[in-house]
């Protein structure tokens, strides 16, 4: 066994690193960069029904220690995602486990994602993402409304034959109430967090500079919030996390796993690093030496003793 | 294939009020880069990468030349880096200019705007040497940003306008193409600079099967994951200006 | 008319800086290193019906680009204050508007501070803190239900002779329901934001940072999470908005009074260099002039003229 | 006074594993300084600054000196700092140490345990040129992290005891007192190291009214007014290690 390996439902992970959703496309060009075989696993970008182009540009500006994007999930559409971009990666990259994020503007339409996505021989896991905040339609508004989210998670997991995780949204009064409404649906567990609501304006143009006006805060400004609500979660409801928001030190990782992360993604890091989750993971065994932890497994058994 | 590279800062000179070139040497010099290519630096105190056109490759010399306005905090930072600085440089990044298909001897128009200019004066060099026939229009807003007129004018027939006419022709860049560079029929355009400029090159050149802009966009990652820099096609779908770009056919793409 | 000067109910400031409350105590230290006659107006730190020693240490953590803080609220209570701490204030700097920053565990714990310290000849303003995370009882409690935030708020108005400001959380799924239930209640105007709770673990101990487990996070990374706030109430409400949430730089201050408010507050940087907003007042015109902002007045005008 | 001096680094020695003695020149060498001031530095990449005891003021050569040891991400990005650097220095911040109220020639005890020493350092040498008779009981955890022991030695009586023994004594710091230094009384004691070292001197010195140590607390501004470094006081009360210490006479506060 592994000193890095960690289990969830549907993924047996060689190592608890895996890229985000919306930070690493399809795995196309990151897998030109190095071999994703050597990824706990991959979240790829969000499928909805429709091919979606999203929002107009620009659509990322800087902030201190972190980014803001509202891309507003811009992908080909679920039967593309399914036609090519999946083979691809599973002729490619064979031992990667894929989780796909799925999102809509309407509950039918992540159910209907879920569907034709959910099996499988497609994908290990889906990622539910309730909490985006960059569109008009669906996304965050599902994720800050306890019984909407229950709703939507119950039928998802109906839909889809594979485990299904809920990626959390970060901008609500309490976390832990969204959750264990959630739970009770019986999601497979728990993805977290999305980004935080931010704005930034241009000095000279007197405007927002997104031309969304808002965007979704993501990067190490981050991570105490994406720890504290991570933390939260854990202590209040029994299913795994999948921790992330502003990891990109292997410090952060154990860090997150400490706070109640089973496994963590990694976001906006591969945007100014592609090559960072293959560096986290060369890097994590010397830090665990560092601290003493022994296996990541033993670092979760640990944390959940205490408690 | 795409490498980050830790470049050394060997040189930073001011060439014009608030432009600065920039010496990097290291592997990346040793790459096979083409020109419109460009890199994604890592600035310190910067969260996001800054994007710049590759100005010049020096293979023999081992380093890299980029050129660079300081209009922001990034670039502002960058002005104050000491030599032996440390740099992680992401490149080469996206596709650069067609030149294979030229045919011999080709007569070329290269049009610039501002520090549009830096792609422009590697291909500049390229072009040179492998035998075409150079015409060069260099736009800039006032005599105290002129930059690079000689390093251009040494392969090819250069002129230079400025917005308001501190140095050489006054008007905007379409008025020197109309004044010196309308008689010509060229094998190829090449261009680069702000988006009026692009934009009346995409128009005048629209019917020209070798007429290319290399377009600009707000990056993050620069390699094609993230989708922040898109463009509309006219058939309603989409380029990357990082990773399908950032040179386009006129036609490709709506500015 | 000075370029930099701003009007607020109760507060007609030379220029729109002031150091943010918890981050100036109650200005006895920086009153050594430069004139506080020359800020807008300072915002004393809170003020409790009993002397209140706060929270057990470590009380501050480190984060990227920000820091946690679980003070909890340490003061030596709002008789002392009164008899002490203002008239330091009053004595050395006549020309400084102080702002006090309210703070209980309870309604009537609020309602008292205000009987006593919201006085004309004691303080230009009040400002409510319904917002802050590092306390059991009280504090973010209040400002995260728009019926408690609104019956607070009508007690507070009642109860003091001086205009009341009242400081928002941002830790709430929607801010404009809280301002808009606060609205009507009558408040001079709001102040925000507080900070965004966060977390940090100690690798060694596996245990949190700070003794209070959780804490504050502000600083520059919570930048563009208070413009997009700031840039919200600015819309759906009224009343002027006095900005604060990782200023370090005075296109920061530019930027957040495009987002809405009409004065803004310095907090953790005043930790990180004493001298900041003295720092701050010099550097603004020029940095104004950059921009061709004639007037901070003018520069709020034109804002509220596009919308 | 405090003040915000930019200071350079001109010196920067690894003198024993990792520990390093950094030299910063500047107008703060110039400022009245009491021993057992400290300062507070920020560090490029750290959001907080940093607080050290001075360990040396140098008036003559214009720099102040700090002795710091690796322990996380600032002090860690301080040893790799070039020299030439310019880092932005608060101080001299907090209370010293009360040595105007010693009668002439007194006799001191002072108490090291690791990097408790910087502070003691200049302690021990303007006691010295006072006149005062000193006898120094120095504590580190290993060989390979003893350093000082010849600058305190050339001072006064000096004695060594690390934890493992793997130099000179072995045990704890208390363990050295009682063997070496329990037989004279002394006029003063002065103590700085880890918690465990200055609760023992607290209580062994309880009854003694010039015994004093000097505190470390998580601190953010370290001039009094966030109250992030609050130590409880024997009445209920509270002071701050930042502005009403470091130095507090060991029953003033409650380690
Ligand atoms: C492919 C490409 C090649 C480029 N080549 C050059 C070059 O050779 N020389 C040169 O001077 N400039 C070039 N630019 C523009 C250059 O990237 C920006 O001027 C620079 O990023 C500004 O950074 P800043 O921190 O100073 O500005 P800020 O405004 O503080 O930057 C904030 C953010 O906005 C982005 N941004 C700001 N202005 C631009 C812009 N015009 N284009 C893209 N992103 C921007 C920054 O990258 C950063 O993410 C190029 C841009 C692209 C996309
Ligand atoms: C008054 C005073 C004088 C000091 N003098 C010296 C000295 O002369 N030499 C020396 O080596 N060390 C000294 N220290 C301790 C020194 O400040 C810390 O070792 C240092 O801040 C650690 O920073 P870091 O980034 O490496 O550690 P990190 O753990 O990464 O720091 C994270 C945060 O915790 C704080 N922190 C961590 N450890 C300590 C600690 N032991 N005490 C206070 N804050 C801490 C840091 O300041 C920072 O805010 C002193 C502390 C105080 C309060
Ligand atoms: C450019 C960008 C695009 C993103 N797209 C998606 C997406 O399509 N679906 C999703 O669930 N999350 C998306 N996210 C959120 C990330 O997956 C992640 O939850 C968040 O960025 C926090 O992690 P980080 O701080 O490591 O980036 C996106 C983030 C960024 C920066
Ligand atoms: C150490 C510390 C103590 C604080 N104490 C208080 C307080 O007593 N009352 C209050 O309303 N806000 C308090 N705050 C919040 C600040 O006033 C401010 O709202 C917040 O820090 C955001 O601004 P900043 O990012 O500029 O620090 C405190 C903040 C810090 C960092
Ligand atoms: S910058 Fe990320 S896709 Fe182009
Ligand atoms: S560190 Fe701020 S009061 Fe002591």
């Given at each position: 066994?592994?000193?890095?390996?960690?289990?969830?439902?549907?993924?047996?992970?060689?190592?608890?690193?895996?890229?985000?959703?919306?930070?690493?496309?399809?795995?196309?060009?990151?897998?030109?960069?190095?071999?994703?075989?050597?990824?706990?696993?991959?979240?790829?970008?969000?499928?909805?029904?429709?091919?979606?182009?999203?929002?107009?540009?620009?659509?990322?500006?800087?902030?201190?220690?972190?980014?803001?994007?509202?891309?507003?999930?811009?992908?080909?559409?679920?039967?593309?995602?399914?036609?090519?971009?999946?083979?691809?990666?599973?002729?490619?990259?064979?031992?990667?486990?894929?989780?796909?994020?799925?999102?809509?503007a309407?509950?039918?339409?992540?159910?209907?994602?879920?569907?034709?996505?959910?099996?499988?021989?497609?994908?290990s896991?889906?990622?539910l993402?309730?909490?985006?905040?960059?569109?008009?339609?669906?996304?965050?508004?599902?994720?800050?409304d306890?019984?909407?989210?229950?709703?939507?998670?119950?039928?998802?997991?109906a839909?889809?034959?594979?485990?299904?995780?809920?990626?959390?949204?970060?901008?609500?009064?309490?976390?832990?109430?969204?959750?264990?409404?959630?739970?009770?649906?019986?999601?497979?567990?728990?993805?977290?967090?999305?980004?935080?609501?931010?704005?930034?304006?241009?000095?000279?143009?007197?405007?927002?500079?997104?031309?969304?006006?808002?965007?979704?805060?993501?990067?190490?400004?981050?991570?105490?919030?994406?720890?504290?609500?991570?933390?939260?979660?854990?202590?209040?409801?029994?299913?795994?996390?999948?921790?992330?928001?502003?990891?990109?030190?292997?410090?952060?990782?154990?860090?997150?796993?400490?706070?109640?992360?089973?496994?963590?993604?990694?976001?906006?890091?591969?945007?100014?690093?592609?090559?960072?989750?293959?560096?986290l993971?060369?890097?994590?065994?010397?830090?665990?030496a560092?601290?003493?932890?022994e296996?990541?497994?033993?670092?979760?058994?640990q944390?959940?003793?205490?408690? | 294939?795409?490498?980050?590279?830790?470049?050394?800062?060997?040189?930073?000179?001011?060439?014009?009020?608030?432009?600065?070139?920039?010496?990097?040497?290291?592997?990346?010099?040793?790459?096979?880069?083409?020109?419109?290519?460009?890199?994604?630096?890592?600035?310190?105190?910067?969260?996001?990468?800054?994007?710049?056109?590759?100005?010049?490759?020096?293979?023999?010399?081992?380093?890299?030349?980029?050129?660079?306005?300081?209009?922001g905090?990034?670039?502002?930072?960058?002005?104050?880096?000491?030599?032996?600085?440390?740099?992680?440089?992401?490149?080469?990044?996206?596709?650069?200019?067609?030149?294979?298909?030229l045919?011999?001897?080709?007569?070329?128009?290269?049009?610039?705007?501002?520090?549009?200019?830096?792609?422009?004066?590697?291909?500049?060099?390229?072009?040179?040497?492998r035998?075409?026939?150079?015409?060069?229009?260099?736009?800039?807003?006032?005599?105290?940003?002129?930059?690079?007129?000689?390093?251009?004018?040494?392969?090819?027939?250069?002129?230079?306008?400025?917005?308001?006419?501190?140095?050489?022709?006054k008007?905007?860049?379409?008025?020197l193409?109309?004044?010196?560079?309308?008689?010509?029929?060229?094998?190829?355009?090449?261009?680069?600079?702000?988006?009026?400029?692009?934009?009346?090159?995409?128009?005048?050149?629209?019917?020209?099967?070798?007429?290319?802009?290399?377009?600009?966009?707000?990056m993050?990652?620069?390699?094609?994951?993230?989708?922040?820099c898109?463009?509309?096609?006219?058939?309603?779908?989409?380029?990357?200006?990082?990773?399908?770009?950032?040179v386009?056919?006129v036609?490709?793409?709506?500015l």
């Amino acid at each position: 066994m592994s000193i890095l390996a960690t289990n969830l439902p549907g993924l047996n992970l060689k190592n608890p690193i895996m890229p985000a959703s919306g930070c690493c496309g399809f795995g196309e060009e990151l897998g030109q960069l190095y071999d994703l075989n050597q990824l706990g696993a991959i979240m790829i970008k969000a499928a909805t029904p429709e091919p979606k182009f999203g929002n107009p540009v620009p659509r990322v500006a800087e902030t201190p220690d972190g980014m803001l994007n509202a891309i507003g999930l811009q992908n080909p559409g679920v039967a593309q995602i399914i036609k090519t971009k999946i083979p691809y990666l599973q002729q490619n990259f064979p031992e990667l486990p894929i989780i796909a994020n799925v999102a809509g503007a309407t509950e039918a339409d992540y159910v209907a994602v879920c569907q034709q996505i959910g099996k499988p021989h497609l994908v290990s896991a889906i990622e539910l993402n309730i909490s985006c905040p960059n569109v008009a339609h669906g996304g965050m508004s599902f994720g800050v409304d306890p019984q909407m989210a229950y709703e939507l998670t119950k039928a998802c997991v109906a839909a889809s034959e594979v485990p299904v995780y809920v990626k959390l949204s970060p901008n609500v009064t309490n976390i832990v109430t969204i959750a264990k409404a959630i739970e009770k649906a019986n999601p497979a567990g728990f993805t977290m967090i999305n980004t935080l609501v931010g704005m930034r304006f241009d000095l000279t143009t007197r405007q927002p500079i997104l031309a969304n006006q808002t965007g979704g805060l993501s990067g190490p400004a981050i991570l105490p919030v994406a720890l504290h609500m991570i933390h939260q979660v854990h202590l209040a409801c029994d299913l795994p996390i999948i921790g992330m928001g502003g990891i990109q030190k292997p410090e952060d990782i154990l860090e997150m796993i400490i706070a109640g992360a089973d496994a963590v993604a990694v976001g906006t890091a591969n945007l100014i690093d592609p090559f960072i989750c293959n560096k986290l993971i060369q890097a994590l065994p010397a830090t665990m030496a560092e601290y003493n932890i022994e296996s990541i497994e033993s670092l979760i058994q640990q944390r959940d003793k205490i408690e | 294939m795409v490498f980050d590279d830790q470049l050394t800062v060997i040189q930073q000179k001011e060439i014009a009020v608030g432009t600065f070139e920039m010496c990097l040497a290291g592997e990346m010099a040793k790459r096979p880069i083409h020109p419109g290519q460009f890199v994604n630096i890592q600035i310190p105190e910067a969260s996001l990468r800054r994007p710049f056109g590759i100005a010049e490759v020096n293979q023999q010399a081992g380093y890299i030349k980029i050129i660079y306005r300081v209009v922001g905090a990034g670039t502002e930072a960058m002005a104050q880096l000491a030599l032996g600085t440390k740099l992680q440089v992401l490149g080469p990044l996206g596709h650069g200019f067609p030149i294979d298909q030229l045919p011999k001897k080709a007569t070329v128009l290269i049009v610039s705007g501002g520090t549009g200019l830096p792609p422009l004066y590697e291909l500049t060099r390229v072009l040179a040497a492998r035998g075409h026939q150079l015409d060069i229009a260099l736009g800039f807003p006032t005599k105290n940003r002129v930059f690079y007129e000689e390093n251009m004018a040494q392969f090819g027939h250069t002129e230079v306008i400025t917005d308001d006419g501190t140095y050489q022709n006054k008007g905007l860049i379409t008025d020197l193409l109309d004044q010196s560079f309308s008689t010509k029929s060229y094998d190829a355009v090449y261009a680069c600079g702000p988006r009026p400029l692009e934009l009346a090159v995409s128009q005048r050149f629209a019917q020209h099967p070798q007429a290319y802009i290399s377009a600009e966009a707000r990056m993050a990652c620069g390699i094609g994951i993230c989708n922040a820099c898109v463009v509309r096609t006219p058939d309603n779908g989409y380029k990357k200006v990082c990773s399908d770009g950032p040179v386009f056919h006129v036609n490709e793409v709506i500015l």
